[in-house]
């Protein structure tokens, strides 16, 4: 196999290099190279930018806002991104709702959410979590019961990332009690507007504001909100988990912030030297990129195969562990690069001296956490060596 990209695919890369280049508001990408998170308008700007080209939701059909690009594409398209760096299209909406309402909404459904999740009019939420209901989804309790033409919510979720930004959640809620614990859960949407619903926030350990609880207290939901059948909702939240992997491992953001640890370490001195002078700190950097590179293979590799292969749970597990880890050792680095001083707790803290960069390791954390954690993934590995 060529370990490399093809003319054409590099050809559209220069393209999207170019027009990163030309459309990305400077402040934006200043913001998010210090390391802070993006802000919603920020993402809502970029995402509009990128939407009157069609990359707002690339791999979408046309009808729906998207360019149909192919999967290589694709990844080139979001690992651009991560290296300007500029805000990713919003998640939620573009790579999980979005081909969920495609196979299995209802065409209402598709033709009224769909241009909306694309450009951002609408910004949807996760409602998955519950207390004691994370690794062991299937184990949820958030009750709907019917009644006429509406579903009544009662119960709770956890953990939902933006949830005081947004406009909707998709929720899953139990419907059916009585069936075995996958067969009883229904897909909703539900405005978060909506009577009943209270947000409280949870602050994390880098002192932001991005995750909240979310309670539901008779709460009315239209029953032409569901998506797909009644009680089956576990297929939805299948396909929805599995769905998202061409940019499961990564690899942009990793190049990223290396890029940024090399430009940190040219610039900070010690003892009159730039600590780029540093034989150890050099040989650190080209592990890192060296595993960078692996991990980027890997991708190409899964990406590229057929789909047998990239149906594997192991694949995929594999691209989530490692990225996460190399994630987790890059933001580490950058914290150590900073020193002592980063780590101060200022009231000023827009003026942190390189950016929140401690703030952003113990936020990196998390990444062992979300989107299935790290003993879930080895679990899955484990089985498929040993069988
Ligand atoms: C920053 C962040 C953002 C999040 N955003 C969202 C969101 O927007 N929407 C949403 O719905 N959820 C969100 N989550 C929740 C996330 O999906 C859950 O935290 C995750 O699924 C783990 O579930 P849990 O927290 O209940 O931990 P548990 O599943 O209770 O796990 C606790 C510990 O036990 C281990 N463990 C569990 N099962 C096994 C097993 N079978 N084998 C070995 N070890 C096991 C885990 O690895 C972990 O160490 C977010 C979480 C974080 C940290």
Redesign the pocket.
Known sequence: MDLDLSPAQRAFRDEVRAFIRDRLPADIRQRLRQGHPPRKEDTVAWQRILHERGWAAPHWPRAYGGAELGTMERLILLDEIYRAPAPLPQVFNVGMLGPVLLKYGTEAQRTFFMPKLARLDLWF?????EPG????LASLRTAARRDGDHYVVNGQ?I???TAHLADWVFALVRTDSEARKQEGISFLLIDLKTPGITIRPII?IDGGH??NEVFFDDVRVPVANLVGQENRGWDCAKFLLGNERTGIANVGLCRERLDYARELAARITQGGRPLSADPALQAEFAELDAEIRALEITNWRFLLTDGEQQRLPAFASVLKLKGTELQQALMALLARLDGLGGLERRADADTPRHGPLAPRYFYSR?GS??G?????QK?ILAKAIVG
């Open positions: 939420c996760q409602g998955f979590s209901s994370g690794s062991d979720k953990w939902t990332t994390s991005h995750l998390a956490i979300y299935g954690t790290s003993e879930v679990d």
